[in-house]
């Protein structure tokens, strides 16, 4: 894979669910696909197939039947009903030969908050596996102190300009919430991603800190 130009496409399956004849649920469904030959490329596409489906099958079942339910009791209450919707679409962050980055969310939106479920996949164009930060930083060995560094430096200069935008025990949820596989890349370096809570207050939710000047990809 990582000797030809990548080429990645969108495998599209929209649906609208009914119940009796009227429409409960919208889906939309927009699949990454790498077409080509290789054990890294069926190795990326097996991976999508199955992530889409396992999705797909979620929302035509237990999600069709909410949905189903919620209908009947606005009908019986007299009350208008939105049809529910979900829908999976992705995105790719950065692509050169030798990785692919790509970030995936999908939404549901029924009769409470919109449910949102966003993650970053970082795969290796040579083998089709997954890569960790430690894969990508240009010394492997001591990963964890290279980015506690970077991202104390950044923690630090925002706690000067608005203290009360970053936790009194920030550096504490610094260590417990490092994760090799909470990253992304960009053409400018990876970006490391915090959970809301752990450095900075829940309200400014997952937090993103790049890396660049840490990094020249060590693959």
């Known amino acids: 894979m990582s000797a030809e130009p990548l080429l990645i496409q969108a495998l599209h399956d929209d649906r609208t669910l009914d119940r009796e004849g009227r429409p409960v649920l919208e889906l939309s469904m927009s699949r990454p ?37 919620a209908e009947e009791a606005a009908l019986a209450a007299a009350r208008p009903f939105t049809p ?3 829908a999976f679409t992705w995105s790719v962050t950065h692509a050169d030969e030798q990785v692919l980055s790509l970030c995936w969310e999908a939404v549901e939106e029924g009769d409470g908050p919109r449910r949102v ?9 040579k083998d089709g ?14 990963w964890r102190a290279q980015v506690r560094r970077r991202v104390a430096r950044q923690l630090e200069e925002l706690a000067d300009r608005t203290p009360e935008e970053v936790l009194p025990r920030w550096r504490a949820g610094l260590g417990r919430a490092l994760r090799a596989g909470r990253f992304y ?12 809570g752990s450095v900075r207050p829940a309200r400014a939710g997952w937090c993103s800190f790049p890396l660049s000047g840490e990094n020249e990809p060590g693959l």
């Not at 890569?131 to 060995?141: G, I, M, N």
């Not at 890349?185 to 809301?196: I, Q, S």
């Open 84 to 86: 529910w919707k979900a």
């Open 129 to 142: 596996r997954p890569l960790t930060l430690a894969d990508v930083l240009p010394q492997r060995k001591g």
């Open 117 to 125: 479920c966003r993650r970053y996949d970082v795969w290796s164009r």
């Open 185 to 196: 890349l960009t053409p400018e370096g990876p970006v490391l991603l915090l959970p809301p």
């Open 33 to 69: 696909h790498l077409p080509g030959e290789g054990v890294p490329v069926r190795r990326v596409e097996r991976y999508y197939q199955a992530l889409c489906k396992n999705w797909m099958a979620h929302w035509t079942g237990p999600l069709y039947r909410r949905a189903c339910e």
